[in-house]
């Protein structure tokens, strides 16, 4: 397993947009497959975004057109592009990488919409 790291979560007012980056806390790991999930208070983990070892991607019907998932040329980081944001978008988001018993998670960023 790996340690996730994720990032550039914060306050943002509803129709705003952020960032979240993936990587790990040491060294360098390639992102072959990669997701990103949530988690709202009071609610399930959902699946937000799946990125593929071939590049294909897939969303949550909640963001599809609005939220982008990519991996930059080196594959050592993944991103969420969250355009258009909605209070329900608030949430933990939280990376996810099928390496090791379980998986690799990260700790999570926390998502805040609201105006």
């Known amino acids: 397993q790996v340690q996730l790291v994720e990032s550039g979560g914060g306050l943002v007012q509803p129709g705003g947009s952020l960032r979240l980056s993936c990587a790990v806390s040491?060294?360098?790991?390639?992102?072959?497959?990669a997701s990103w999930y949530r988690q709202a208070p009071g609610k399930q983990r959902e699946l937000v975004a799946h990125i593929d070892s071939d590049g294909s991607t897939n969303y949550a019907d909640s963001v599809k057109g609005r939220f982008t998932i990519s991996r930059d040329n080196a594959k050592t980081t993944v991103y969420l592009q969250m355009n258009a944001l909605k209070p329900e978008d608030t949430a933990v988001y939280s990376c996810?990488?099928?390496?090791?018993?379980?998986?690799?998670w990260g700790r999570g960023t926390q998502v805040t919409v609201s105006s």
């Open positions: 996810y990488t099928p390496l090791g018993a379980g998986g690799s």
């Open positions: 040491r060294g360098i790991f390639r992102f072959d497959v």
